[in-house]
Structure formats: C-alpha cells, structure tokens
C-alpha cells in the first residue's frame, strides 16, 4: 500500500507560478500528475519514470516542468505562466505493482 500526500495548491492570477509536491509513503516506480477541471475528465499533466524521462500534454509543454526526488520518494511539479484554463484539481500518481492516487490539490488561476 502507499499513501500519497500532495501539498502546494492555491490561488495565483494569470501569468503566476506555483509549486505542487506530492510525497509517497515507501519507493514507488513511474510518478505523474493529472487534473481535472469542473465538467470535465481527468487528463494527463506530466509523468516521469523513475530514472527521470518525462512526457508532457502539450497544453503545459514548456510551462511546466516534472521533477522528482527519489531519496525523498517526491515528485514535483513547477507551473509557470499559469493560465486560467490551468485551473483544476491537480492529483498525483504513482505506480507501485498498481497504481496511486493522492487525495488532490485545488488549483485556481483567476485575477
């Protein structure tokens, strides 16, 4: 079993930054990031393996930037140029013999 504990969440206006970091219990392979926006289905964000590939949506490709810490057993997600279609619950995820979820961060792009 792990557990995933994501934090960094918040209001920011359009053009802003923000941090989301997500710490899993144990060592876990493959780490990502998905969200969800009001209406609408989850999506893919970032992924990036445990050796450090990683593959973005293309709505984030260059804004966006999936980092991890295996020591720490964290995956990060540093949001540049936030946009107000960026706002969305953001979920991490991790892979284990099965898949993750964290419990979600609320994330609002707004001026």
């Known amino acids: 079993q792990v557990q995933l504990v994501e934090s960094g969440g918040g209001l920011v206006q359009p053009g802003g930054s923000l941090r989301l970091s997500c710490a899993a219990s144990?060592?876990?392979?493959?780490m990502g990031w998905y969200r969800q926006a009001p209406g609408k289905q989850r999506e893919l964000v970032a992924t990036i393996t445990y050796g450090g590939v990683t593959t973005y949506a293309g709505s984030v490709k260059g804004r966006f930037t999936i980092s991890r810490d295996n020591a720490k057993n964290t995956v990060y997600l540093q949001m540049n140029s936030l946009r107000p279609e960026d706002t969305a619950i953001y979920y991490c995820?991790?892979?284990?013999?099965?898949?993750?979820w964290g419990q979600g961060t609320q994330v609002t792009v707004s001026s």
């Open positions: 995820s991790a892979d284990r013999r099965r898949t993750y």
């Open positions: 144990g060592s876990v392979n493959a």
